[in-house]
Each structure stands twice: as C-alpha cells, then as structure tokens.
C-alpha cells in the first residue's frame, strides 16, 4: 500500500527511542567547531546520529532526492518478483543488483527469515566509472536522478569525513583519499522495501549487522530501525530510532573503526516491524553507502597505525588470514559472503 509522507500513521509515543545526537548540515558546511564536536562524540558513542538536511541548500537537495526515489522504489518494487529475480546479484561476486527477501545470514538468536528486499545500484554504473550490470528500465529511466543523489550523498558522506579528520587532528582529506568519487568501489543507492507485517510482529526485517563501509546515509519514512544502546545501563539493548522529517540517520560502517582503530564505532542495528499502525504499512528505505575505493587499504592511518590492530567485524572465511592487510575490493567480498548479500 502506498502512502504520502505527509499521512503516514504517527510512530508510537511509548518506545524506548535511541538518544542519538541531532547535527545540523548547515553548521557543518560553516565549519562550526563545536557541531564539529558533536560529530565527533556521537561516532566515539553510538556511531549513528540524525543529520538535519532541511536547515541548508545542499541538504534540501539531498531530501528532495530521496524523496523521489521513495516513489521509484515504490514503482520498481511492484515488478513481478519473477521479472525482479532476473537482476539479482550475485553472491560473493557483485553486491549490485536485486536481492529478494529472506536470503540475509540470520544473525538473530532466533532465527527469523528477513523480509527486505533491496535493488544495490552502483554509484560507477550510474556514472560509467566501470562496466555497468542490467538493471529494471524503471531504474534506468532515472539514471539522472541517481547520478545527481549519488553525487550528493557521496559529498555529504565527505562533509562528515572531513569533519572527523579535522576533530581527530588528522589531514582533513586523510578519509576522503580512501573514499574517492571518480575510482571504482561499493558506493551505492541502495533501494529496500519491507511488507507490512500484518501481525506477524515475529518477523524480521533485517537481521542485526554493522554496515561494513565508511559512512552510511539513510532516509526512511516509518519506524523499524533499532541500534543498539551505548547508554550506561542499557548496553547492548535495542533502542528505535524514529525517523524525524527533514533529516537523514547517519552512521559509520566498519571501515571507519578500521582506520581509526576502533576509537570511532560502527554500531549494530536491524529492521523489525514497523510499530503500532506503522506495521500496517509497507516500509521503504532509500540509503546511500560511502565505501573506500576498491584499491583503498584497510588499515589504520596515520597515529592510528600503531602496530595493534582491532578486530573488526567478526570472523572471515576458514583459510583467510585476518592478520593480512586487505584493499578495500578483497574486504567488502569477505563482507559480503558474511552476510549473504
Ligand atoms: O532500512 C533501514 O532502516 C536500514 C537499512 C540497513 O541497515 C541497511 O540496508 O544496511
Ligand atoms: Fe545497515
């Protein structure tokens, strides 16, 4: 079923929602030190913090964008799922593509299939920086507009890089050379639809995971994301995270603790059920991934690198050597056979 922004059902007033920082983009683009901070302070917590798009010219772009691939993701995902399928992706070769609901590795205790489906648009594809797949002509007919958000989302994913790098006393553009526009790498739009749950309140949309690039930018419409808490008392339990209106949910993947040697976090999160009336809805999310280019090294820069390197992110395949510096291409395919998308 869809739905107009504007009269979507209320998310629910009771729930216990995650006290992430809300960061204003205009600040940010000014340089003002002290928002500055606060960027650096919610990804030494939470990894996750709201970027408030509607308070400068660049952010307004930014929503206006995703707005519009709100509604292509509402006509590309009415696609017969056989037509869907013929553009899936291909596990353990390319993350781009279609990927059906219910392949996601459960990482949830008890073992729930998800029920997301996702098209992963590569930001090279849009802008012939490699080879492109096939993709749905519904896609295909907004290559402009997906050139335009990749573009901005990728600048906006630098506006927060460039911010740590000064807060953390590093080059301004150490982050930005891992993550270049115009050199091939996993950047992409990605597209998800969730059904409406229709009481099924066990399902899960998206088992829990940390996004596994730089920096993550998400707009979503209805509740269902969850993070986990870093607030003293509740480590570890999950906490929503209500979409606020004129704002983007940002968050650090797992290269960002690489680089930083764990001092910045990529937090866990999942999608469950929309609550209260939202659940009746079909819930879309129109994300952006920052990844560092395919040739980039993951390791720490500069006075991180200091010998000690911390674990990121879980166990890769049985043979690989975890001790073994990777680029950036080789991580995202250990990554990706992790999870299973
Ligand atoms: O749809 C959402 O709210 C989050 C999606 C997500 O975590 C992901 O695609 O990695
Ligand atoms: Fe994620």
Redesign the pocket.
């Known amino acids: 079923m869809h739905s107009s922004i504007q009269d979507l059902p209320p998310f629910p007033e009771d729930l216990h929602l995650a006290p992430i920082a809300q960061i204003s983009s205009s600040k940010l683009l000014s340089g003002d030190p002290q928002e500055a901070a606060r960027v650096l302070e919610a990804t030494k917590t939470y990894g996750f913090f709201y970027l408030n798009l509607a308070d400068s010219p660049e952010g307004q772009t930014l929503l206006s964008e995703s707005e519009q691939l709100l509604a292509l993701a509402q006509n590309v995902f009415e696609l017969p799922v056989e037509e869907k399928v013929g553009y899936a992706l291909q596990k353990g070769v390319s993350l781009f593509g279609y990927k059906p609901a219910g392949t996601v590795k459960q990482t949830d205790k008890d073992l729930r299939p998800d029920t997301t489906e996702?098209f992963n648009i590569s930001k090279d594809h849009m802008h012939g920086i490699a080879d492109s797949r096939t993709y749905p002509p519904q896609i295909l007919r907004s290559r402009e507009l997906l050139k335009e958000f990749t573009q901005h989302g990728h600048q906006c994913g630098m506006v927060v890089l460039r911010t740590l790098a000064q807060q953390l006393g590093l080059d301004p553009e150490e982050f930005l050379d891992l993550n270049r526009f115009d050199k091939p790498s996993g950047d992409h739009c990605?597209l998800?639809r969730k059904f409406a749950h229709h009481g099924k309140e066990n399902a899960i949309?998206?088992p829990s995971?940390t996004?596994f690039g730089s920096v993550?930018i998400?707009f979503?419409w209805l509740g269902?994301?969850q993070i986990e808490s870093r607030t003293e008392g509740r480590v570890g339990e999950w906490e929503w995270v209500k979409p606020m209106p004129g704002h983007a949910v940002i968050n650090l993947g797992d290269a960002m603790v690489k680089f930083t040697n764990g001092l910045l976090k990529s937090a866990k999160?999942r999608?469950v059920p929309s609550p209260g009336p939202q659940g009746n809805l079909d819930r879309y999310?129109v994300?952006y991934f920052v990844r560092p280019h395919n040739d980039a090294l993951m390791k720490p820069v500069g006075p991180f690198d200091n010998g000690a390197t911390v674990n990121v992110a879980g166990k890769f395949s049985a043979g690989i050597d975890e001790k073994k510096v990777f680029t950036a291409g080789e991580w995202m395919v250990q990554r990706a056979i992790q999870l299973g998308n």
């Open positions: 996702f990605r998800t949309g998206l995971h996004d993550t998400l979503n269902g994301l999160h999608v999310s994300v």
